[in-house]
């Protein structure tokens, strides 16, 4: 098992996105804007707050455009350059990403995603590695990852990040069993369970979409076998890994956002707006006026 800095991040955006047809037809939902960034980059953001240092991006066919939206747009650059729009020249350089810091590998097919970290195993190489799944977005005053980075410094092993949901919503989830207290905002994981039966589930805390994993789950996945929905499993692996790594538990206790269903894509919309002040004084009235009205 490898300890140290966290240096590498992987985001699967090679899913199918069928609960968000038809949009995703022509556009990827990572690329689907909540205020006025796309979804991807409120995870790379996250990430990069974390100290992360390369972002590998495991996509698939039609999703050239997030690799476009990572890299200069020159004409466009150019205009705005002759136009003197400094502000917006501004937000384009300072998005963009570090020359050699992304990598792009496809996933020939979508098996599942635990088939999508195991395409990226190569360019992680031996060492932990963060994982977000990018439909997930987070508000909070330290970002999840950054907490999860912080913990597996103290913890090492491997490190995922979870949050309390109703009992009657957890047959939605993935869901760990919890064992004894690692630091402020921590505790050991005990078992894991993926979609458990209503009424079953060990507790009430879900996996939401942000991991630190060791790099001997490449392995479990290269012969794991097809699990629910007759894809490659990441839950699968990581209860194998559980055998002989430890995982604890960073108790994330931000807003969370699935931007991949329609609820969650719009409440992170309401939600990042209310909180730009320029924006906010725009909608707020209104919003306020249309939930009384329809
Ligand atoms: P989801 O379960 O949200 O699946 O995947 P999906 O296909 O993207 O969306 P729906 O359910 O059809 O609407 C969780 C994450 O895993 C990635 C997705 O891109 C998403 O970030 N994923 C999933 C892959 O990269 N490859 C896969 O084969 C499956």
């Known amino acids: 098992m490898a300890n140290g800095k966290i240096r590498k991040a992987v985001f699967p955006v090679a899913g199918l996105g069928t609960r968000f047809l ?11 804007t909540v205020v006025d960034k796309p979804v991807i980059q409120y995870v790379v953001d996250e ?15 039609g ?3 997030i690799e476009d939206y990572f890299d ?21 350089e300072t998005l963009l990403p570090k020359a050699g810091s992304t990598s792009f590998t496809r996933q020939q097919e979508p098996l599942g ?23 997930m977005i987070m508000k909070s005053e330290k970002g999840c990852m950054k907490g999860m980075v912080d913990l597996h410094a ?24 919890r ?4 630091g402020e905002e921590g ?44 894809e490659i499993q990441l839950t699968d692996a990581m209860l194998k890994l559980m055998e002989s790594q430890d995982f604890t538990a960073y108790h994330y206790k931000g807003m969370t956002f699935d931007t991949g269903a329609k609820d969650g894509f719009i409440m992170a919309n309401v939600a990042f707006a209310l909180d730009r002040p320029d924006i906010r004084s725009l909608i707020e009235k209104d919003l306020k006026a249309l939930v009384d009205t329809l």
């Open 22 to 32: 038809p949009a995703t037809k022509a556009v990827p939902k990572e690329m689907m």
């Open 47 to 61: 990430a990069s707050e974390a100290g992360i240092e390369h972002f590998v991006f495991v996509t698939g066919r």
């Open 63 to 65: 999703k050239q455009i």
């Open 72 to 92: 200069i747009q020159y004409e466009l650059e150019a205009t705005l350059r002759a136009r003197n729009k400094t502000a917006e020249l501004t937000i384009l």
């Open 113 to 135: 995603l635990g088939h999508a970290v195991w395409c990226a195993r190569d360019i992680v190489g031996n060492e932990p590695f963060a994982l977000l799944l990018p439909d």
């Open 154 to 177: 103290i913890c090492g092993g491997n490190v995922v990040a979870v949050e309390e949901c109703a009992p009657e919503l957890a047959h939605r989830y993935g869901i760990v069993a």
């Open 179 to 182: 064992g004894e207290r690692v």
């Open 187 to 230: 505790f050991r994981i005990t078992g894991m369970v993926e979609k458990p039966a209503p009424g079953t589930q060990p507790s009430n805390f879900f996996i939401n979409g942000r991991y630190i994993l060791q790099p001997e789950i490449f392995k479990i996945l290269e012969t794991q076998e097809r699990g629910a929905g007759n």
